[in-house]
């Protein structure tokens, strides 16, 4: 039965990423005010938040520094652009910080609302630059089965997963997907991560032979495949793929969308796995998720072609109106500021090994096949053998489920497809990380019980 407030939603709002036949029925759970790693529902119920939102609330909520950010900067000077002639500091300081503590070096930040906004931009400007540089054959983008880049017409055609292509006409005709590098699913009986890796490198290859390497033009990847599961890259991954893609002059976008900003217990994700990106895409995290902001950061070579092009059509002719929001930079600046002040890095570095300690210990778990993660991220996939890692079939759906049940016992994580995910903010305690997994195990036991009987 659904209350009042349920009812006026699933009657109003269509919800993102949501079974809109089953919503009705099941109604929606409605967040009323957030403390920390806590958020409570609109009858007082806390729960923890899991998933730092959606991989994003990084500082937790309740935050009065990057309210007063806001307040401060809607009171100076509520919204400016950057569009021909126009600037405003905010825009400067941020784009500057950013191009300090890029994992490449970086020229100049271009501004956007959202990671689908950022990863769009990284595919225009890839088609624009190899124009620009008399390479107009030279457009394909390889991304990965499973990798998520976001939802907009390109991001959602990066993206490598059905639900964003079936019935939307979708990839667009210049994408490709490379193989998913998740060892645990994808690997040989008995190949080694290293071999494993190798493997990929050299599909990966060939692929781009085929495809013919004049036109293909740059490979996307998240440092840790997030939405796609928690796909740890196996040992030796990009050390293998980057070579394949230097071999061919094919650039590399490192999305760094949820590693970016602490989730790995560096700046940036690429640094902890060895990715040495051209372009870097950012956004949640980039202000806690307090206020909507994305970014994309490039190097000389693209922005040296991007002027010779002004110099010979003029404008550059891109951009968002709000590219840039004064406000949005104001809590980007303060959240920055925060990381670095508070070392919430050090923090997730001291905390790293018990939260993963506990998420492995939940590989022994009945229904669980594998326990997966590295740095502050997670996911347990469910099986219903865990000697042929077969899935639960769809009426025996075990990860909603333990989702479902882990929201009773106050814990919020995620279902994507058969695995769990878990995604704190940064500066969850290690007293809280114990109550999570405790919450966590109680739901498994719980969907074990229902899944099995
Ligand atoms: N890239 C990655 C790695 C993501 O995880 C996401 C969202 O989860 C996106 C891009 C898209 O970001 P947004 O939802 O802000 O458009």
Same mark, same amino acid.
């Given at each position: ?5 349920? /009812?006026? &939603?699933?009657?109003?709002? $269509?919800?993102? #990423?949501? !079974?809109? %036949? ?7 759970? =409605? ?86 906004? /950022?990863? &769009?931009?990284?595919?225009? $400007?890839?088609? #624009?630059? !190899?124009? %620009? ?7 394909? =983008? ?312």
């Amino acid at each position: 039965m659904l209350t009042n407030l349920q /009812a006026r &939603d699933v009657a109003t709002v $269509l919800h993102p #990423y949501s !079974n809109l %036949a089953t919503l009705p029925e099941q109604g929606t759970l =409605i967040l009323e005010r957030g403390q920390g790693v806590f958020v409570h529902d609109v009858d007082g119920k806390p729960y923890i938040e899991g998933m730092a939102g959606l991989w994003c609330n990084s500082l937790g909520h309740g935050r009065e520094e990057l309210v007063e950010a806001a307040a401060e900067q809607m009171r100076r000077l509520p919204f400016a652009h950057l569009f021909t002639g126009k600037s405003h500091d905010p825009a400067i300081a941020l784009a500057e910080k950013l191009k300090e503590i890029a994992p490449m070096e970086a020229a100049k930040v271009f501004f956007c609302s959202s990671g689908s906004e /950022a990863n &769009d931009t990284q595919m225009k $400007l890839v088609w #624009y630059v !190899n124009n %620009a540089l008399g390479r107009p054959r030279k457009k394909k =983008i390889i991304s990965r089965i499973k990798a998520y880049h976001g939802v907009t017409i390109a991001s959602a055609s990066l993206t490598g997963l059905p639900n964003n292509h079936i019935d939307f006409d979708l990839p667009l005709s210049s994408v490709r997907h490379a193989a998913c590098p998740h060892h645990w699913r994808f690997a040989h009986e008995g190949e080694s991560e290293a071999e494993f890796s190798a493997r990929l490198a050299a599909e990966l290859d060939a692929q781009i032979e085929a495809e013919g390497p004049e036109t293909v033009a740059a490979f996307i990847a998240e440092p840790v495949m997030g939405a796609g599961g928690v796909i740890v890259p196996p040992e030796g991954y990009f050390a293998a793929i980057q070579p394949v893609l230097e071999k061919h002059e094919i650039m590399l976008i490192a999305d760094e969308v949820i590693c970016g900003f602490g989730r790995l217990g560096e700046w940036f994700g690429s640094s902890v796995l060895g990715m040495t990106p051209d372009t870097v895409s950012v956004a949640k995290a980039l202000t806690s998720s307090y206020v909507p902001l994305g970014a994309v950061i490039i190097p000389d070579w693209i922005d040296d072609a991007l002027k010779a092009q002004s110099a010979k059509i003029g404008v550059f002719g891109h951009g968002f109106t709000y590219s840039g929001h004064p406000v949005a930079a104001a809590v980007a600046l303060k959240t920055l500021e925060i990381y670095e002040r508070e070392d919430v890095f050090s923090h997730v570095r001291a905390i790293i090994p018990q939260f993963q300690r506990r998420l492995k210990a939940l590989a022994d778990h009945p229904i669980v096949g594998e326990a997966r993660g590295i740095g502050l991220v997670g996911a347990v996939e469910l099986v219903a053998d865990k000697r042929t890692k077969r899935s639960f079939d769809a009426r025996r759906a075990a990860a909603a489920k333990a989702v479902a049940l882990a929201q009773d016992e106050g814990l919020i994580v995620r279902a994507i497809g058969e695995a769990v995910s878990i995604c704190p903010p940064l500066v969850i305690s290690e007293a809280e990380i114990d109550e999570l997994f405790d919450r966590l195990a109680r739901a498994l036991d719980r969907a074990e019980e229902w899944a099995t009987r």
